[in-house]
Structures are given as C-alpha cells and as structure tokens.
C-alpha cells in the first residue's frame, strides 16, 4: 500500500510540476475542482445534471487553463521539453485530450439527429429532454475515459499503475482545492507563476 501511496503522490507533484505553474491555470482548475465537487453531489440526485456541469465548467475551464495559458516551450524548471512531458504523461495527453473533446463536442449533434441513440435510450421530445439525454452520455463519456484509460495502463506499467492513476484523477477536486485556493490570491498580488520557476525555487506551496 505504501507503493500505491507513494506513486498517487509522484503522479500529483509530476502533474503540478509539469502543467500547472501559470497563477491563472491554478485559478482555473480551482474553479473547476469546486465544479466537479458539485459535481460529485449531484450524482446522488441528478446524474444528468452532474454531468452537464462536470463538462460545461469543470472540463471547460481545466483544459482551458491547459490550453490558453500553460507554457508551451522548453520547461527550464524541470529541464524538460513539452514534447518530451508528453511523451511520458501517464494520463491524458494533449493529443488524447483533442480526440477526448471532440468525441464529448460530437455527442450532442448525434443526439440531436437520433434522439434514440440507435435505441439505446427513450427518445426525448422536447429541449428539456434533450439536453437531460445529453448530460447523461457526457457523464457516460467521463466514465467510460476514466475507465479506458485505467484499463490501458493495466497493460502498459501494470495494475498498480492504472488503480493510482484513476485515484488521482478521481481525488483531485480535493486535492486542488487543497493546493490551489491561494492561487487567485497570488494572482492578484501579480504573481503571473508559481514560486517553483526559477527566480522562486522549487516551492509547491499553492
């Protein structure tokens, strides 16, 4: 257990190190984090509405944050080009991500023009229906990411691997909160980067 502890960690300081040093992307994911922890709530009432809103704003502003903001060139922090954090990201890499949105972009448009999903699911009939159908296959799309990806890191590192990946993923709403809630703070004061660039060292307090 200490293993799996210890890799859930690596996996949450290579994630921190690597893709969130802009003060604006923290902001952002804090957002996003607080969004899918009401998210999270929400399944217990309305799975659909979890999923409209773990999509509309907890994945909107994440990836935009990674997107709009996040240095793309050469890391000098971690001596590390962004092709090369790619290279060896555990979880969703860019590319992974770009087919990732545009099946979740795709999804509605299929259910506009069969509203049955090939008989999968009750037609809808009016706005309020459709847009309940939609949320429910962006919640089956999330879950169905998270599982994918968990089950292709069984193959690829071992079990261990995946069970700690989806821990992280599944955790992190907390966890960001956790090291993020000063980031907007730090972003006011003119903080455009984390203290762990260069000119502030290797701090990862948020």
Known sequence: MNKFFKLVETLRWDDHRYYH????????????????????????????????????????????????F?????????????????SIKVGY?????????????SLPALLYFERSLFGLIEPSTDLAGFVHDVGLIWLALGVAGLIF???????????????????????????????YWRSPLALLRGQRYDPLQPEGGHSVEA
Request: contains cysteine; proline residues 4%.
């Open 21 to 68: 040093q802009c003060r604006i992307n923290q902001t952002l994911h804090l957002i996003s984090a607080i969004s899918f922890l009401v998210a999270y709530g929400l399944l217990f009432v309305d799975p659909a509405a979890a999923g409209l809103v773990g999509w509309l704003v907890g994945m909107v502003t994440r990836q935009s944050g990674h997107i709009f």
């Open 70 to 86: 996040e240095p793309r060139g050469y890391d000098q922090v971690n001596q590390i080009s962004y092709a090369g954090k790619e």
């Open 93 to 105: 890499s860019m590319r992974r991500k770009t087919i990732l949105i545009g099946v979740w972009l």
């Open 149 to 179: 990806r968990t089950v292709h890191l069984f193959f690829l590192r071992g079990p261990i691997w995946g069970l700690a990946w989806a821990t992280k993923i599944l955790t992190d709403p907390f966890h960001n909160v956790d090291i």
